[in-house]
């Protein structure tokens, strides 16, 4: 095609001639600026064609030590309410308890938008390394919580202070070039496993040290006072690391308009040679776009996204205070150390899925009828759940590993799927901002998952006897509905298909 515009050229007039070649390369020329972060970045990118695994393993363990002050709870959660001495019964800690993992993602809702624009405007790696500094001073104070309102104040501060996940997704797309946006985008859902595996493993382990392990910890120590502090700390130090490492972590945000052309006439400009898909993207971020809320195709597969972030926040809340509530009301008597094996045992499943099996799976059946099969499956699983409570170990532990870890790659399928109709329901250049959209919305319902999970789970204390699904059953029956609906919502006319979609 490049080869006939040139022979047009030759073929006309001495000044279109000469003006033919002046245009090819100025559209093969990416323009930088000197001084600007995000041209350097720009630049590194253009230099060095292979997928950047240094700055990807970077962005991962961001990602990574985002998720830890999430999942790592859950394993002692039951019992850090029962020693605030805020609940009485164990009615009264399912609805405290609740409230605890709800404080988290309410503060991350409130502030998820205002964090993306405050990214777009003083750029990303402030924004990343005030989140962090963030997490570390409050999830600790977290671990020194002697009341439930302080325990509430600080996890709705390190969710409201830290909302990296608009941030960094918008780094990830613009440290790697085009080809490589699908590796990077997989970050997220792998990092996600890995805290399922490291958070729950943390708290379960280190909760409660000078009972587990008196030798090391005495009962008039530090930890003996604050049982829950340890696991707190470790994270902590954790996020003291990867802040000292964003030191080196690169700024990707231009400070100046690309589209300027008056600019690029007094020398301050540098053009460099470089493919013209890669000047495109660079000059396509001054095109007017459409607003995202009337996008029905991004709106549509938001919405599934957030009725299955909806199911697994108020799964996961539910299954870690049943577990480790007693049999006479229907649970398991699990302690922090046995749900933590769970939850890490189920982590480990889902990078295991994620690499190996889905890929496959997607191949033959395309994401949507892979999610709604994944879908189908988990509400069977879920009715398996009540019934364990009659079953003694060692079957207990195998079987309810089983089926957490059929149940968590059923929903990882489902989020994954997700994932795609989101991406290809919009430009390159409108991602960052439907990410953080979606992080926000998906905040909203997070937030109110473990809150009206913890709130029914206190309910079905109070009904063992009930003759429509007595006790704990209720709560898994309320689950199969909300992923039913989630079920008929992958169907026309609920879910718009995009028109660049791959269909099946």
Known sequence: MAGGEIQEGAAGSEGQEATAPLLEKEKAAAVYVEGCPGCASDRRKAANPGIPYLQFFHVWSIILVSCLPISFI????????????????VEDIGFYGGFVGASYMLGRALTSTVWGMVADRIGRKPVIVFGIFSMLVFNTLFGLSTNYWMAITSRFLVGSLTALLGPIR??????CRPEHQAIGMSLDSTSWAVGLIIGPAIGGY??????????????????GRFPYFLPCLCISIFCFVILISCIWLPETLHNHKLDKIEDRANGSFIAHSASSEELIEQQVKSVPTKNLLKNWPLMSSIVLYCIFCFDDMAYTEIVSLWSESDRKYGGLSFSPQD??????????????YQTFIYPQID?????????RVATVVSMVLLFTYPPMTHLSRPWLPIILNIVSVLKANCLVSIVTCCFILQNNSVNQDQRATADGLATTIMSVFKACAPAGAGIVFSW?????????????????FLLV???FLGLVWTFKPF??????FPQN
């Open 460 to 476: 079905a204390q109070r009904r063992q006897h009930a003759f429509f699904f007595p006790g704990d059953q209720i709560l898994f």
């Open 339 to 352: 749900v933590g094996q769970v939850f890490a045992i189920t982590g480990g499943s889902v990078v295991l």
């Open 481 to 483: 509905v909300v992923e």
């Open 363 to 371: 191949k033959i059946l395309g994401p949507i009828n892979t999610s």
């Open 170 to 175: 918008a780094y990830t797309n613009e440290i």
């Open 495 to 500: 879910l718009a298909i995009p028109e660049k």
């Open 206 to 223: 280190l909760a409660q040290p000078a009972e587990k392990y008196p030798m090391l910890f005495p009962v008039n120590s530090l930890f």
């Open 74 to 89: 859950y394993p002692f959660l039951y019992f850090m309410i029962r020693d605030l001495h805020v609940a009485k019964t």
